[in-house]
């Protein structure tokens, strides 16, 4: 049996007790009996259950993206960063002009994802411990939105702390709604019901924030 496959049957075992209890009350014991593991399994796999939380939702993820976006489009983290999973994509970079970006396909991408799981997500988006997994993906978030920003600025300068700004922004912004809208059973199944025209909004609003910044600066 291979690693990932091992990872997954122990995924799965956490997210069904998951549906049965909090997470919070889930331990490593429950889940290696319910997995069919031991402990030693456990941790050469994964340094604790929110490694595993993190795994789940990267696995997840990269099964989506696989699917919707050509490999050219997919991005993947640096090996060398520390808590990475460099063989799983977690983002997708579009282009839709010299300076502009789509990004509507990987927000439904990301809140399909999430809809696979309601019940689970809905429990680990919850949380807003700093191991959690809104944390996690808000700093995952952010380094591929400074590269973003950094795309649509192009030749153009911007201060390294404004970068980091808008990246943290926006990265908070779409992560606090998706979380809010999955952690209520009303709005689980379908969170991006009320987006309507608006699913590229966050690269669109970059896009004319910065370039607002740019022309206020040649005046």
Do not use: C
């Not at 050469?44 to 050219?72: C, G, P, Q, T």
Request: proline share 5%.
């Amino acid at each position: 049996m291979s690693s990932v496959d091992t990872m997954s049957i122990m995924g799965e075992a956490f997210v069904e007790l998951a549906t049965q209890s909090p997470l919070e009350k889930i331990s490593v014991s429950d889940i290696v009996a319910a997995s069919g593991k031991n402990r030693k399994t456990f941790y050469y796999h994964f340094e604790d259950k929110s490694h595993l939380i993190r795994w789940i939702f990267r696995s997840d993820l990269a099964e989506v993206l696989h699917d919707r976006f050509d490999e050219e489009h997919l991005v993947y983290e640096n090996p060398q960063d520390p808590g990475a999973m460099p063989e799983l994509p977690y983002y997708a970079f579009r282009k839709s002009g010299v300076r502009s970006l789509d990004g509507s396909e990987f927000v439904h991408a990301l809140a399909d994802t999430l809809q696979k799981r309601p019940e689970y997500y809905g429990k680990a988006l919850r949380g807003v411990e700093p191991d959690g997994l809104r944390a996690y993906l808000v700093r995952l978030y952010v380094p591929a939105f400074e590269k973003d920003i950094r795309f649509i600025l192009s030749n153009r300068s911007l201060d390294r702390a404004n970068v980091k700004f808008l990246a943290e922004f926006y990265a908070g912004a779409l992560v606090s709604y998706l979380a809010t809208k999955a952690a209520s059973p009303a709005t689980s199944h379908d969170l991006l019901r009320d987006m309507g025209p608006f699913s590229n909004i966050i690269h669109s609003s970059m896009e004319n924030e910065i370039k607002e910044q740019q022309m206020r600066r040649s005046f």
